[in-house]
């Protein structure tokens, strides 16, 4: 499977109205993906203190089981947004690879749209259980958790979700009316060749990098 890498105007202003609406929305992407990024790590210490606290001192944390089933949904959903959004989801691009033009952007329509209906479906009937688990106060076995925040969290990245495919939607019939545009907000497919490339110029420049800070602070 080749990579796929978000394609952005090189200026990150550019690409008229579609670009505004990409980037007014990944600015919430980023700040849902944040707090997943945050929520695992703050669940990794809690599993710490949670094993040390078991091992050397006969306190564990109480509720642990509770905490994490809670969590879980928070690590898994706030990202999805962006993820789709970096073209970092899975992709089988055995066929697609080959297709180019207008071809490819209606083989890319097609997949958004059934995209578009299942997250529809799911995010319609997420929420549902989201209210019901609301209505009827579900909880946590042991700690006796609310159940309801965990269960709306999903709903609500469904729908981040949905118009991130939806902003996809307009960027490949944009394409497939005049393939010769600019591709903005939609994954550049990258060969394994292409990638490594970008990846080794990436790491190059690094290096130089770390070697010009190190030059630098040699000459005060």
């Known amino acids: 499977m080749a990579h796929a890498e978000f394609s952005d105007p090189t200026d990150g202003t550019g690409g008229g109205a579609l670009g505004a609406v990409d980037r007014s929305l990944h600015r919430i992407e980023k700040v849902t993906s944040l707090i997943a990024g945050y929520g695992i790590f703050a669940l990794m210490m809690l599993g710490v203190w949670h094993v040390i ?19 879980m949904a928070f690590l898994v959903f706030l990202a999805i947004g962006y993820t789709e959004r970096l073209g970092g989801h899975i992709r089988m691009e055995l066929l697609i690879l080959f297709l180019k033009g207008r071809l490819l952007a209606l083989f890319e329509l097609v997949s958004v ?27 946590s076995i042991d700690a006796e958790i609310p159940l309801w925040p965990s269960k709306m969290v999903v709903p609500v990245a469904l729908a981040l979700l949905f118009l991130r495919l939806l902003i996809s939607l307009w960027a490949y019939l944009r394409l497939l009316v005049d393939p ?41």
């Open 53 to 71: 606290g078991r091992k050397f001192f006969s306190a564990p944390v109480f509720g642990y089981i509770d905490v994490v089933e809670v969590m």
């Open 113 to 139: 749209l059934l995209a578009l209906v299942v997250v529809a479906v799911i995010g319609y009937f997420s929420w549902t259980h989201a209210m019901r688990a609301y209505t009827l106060g579900d909880s």
């Open 180 to 220: 010769t545009r600019a591709a903005i907000a939609v994954p550049e497919l990258l060969s394994p060749e292409e990638q490594a490339r970008r990846e080794a110029e990436a790491s190059a420049a690094l290096v130089e990098a770390e070697m010009g800070a190190a030059s630098a602070r040699e000459a005060r």
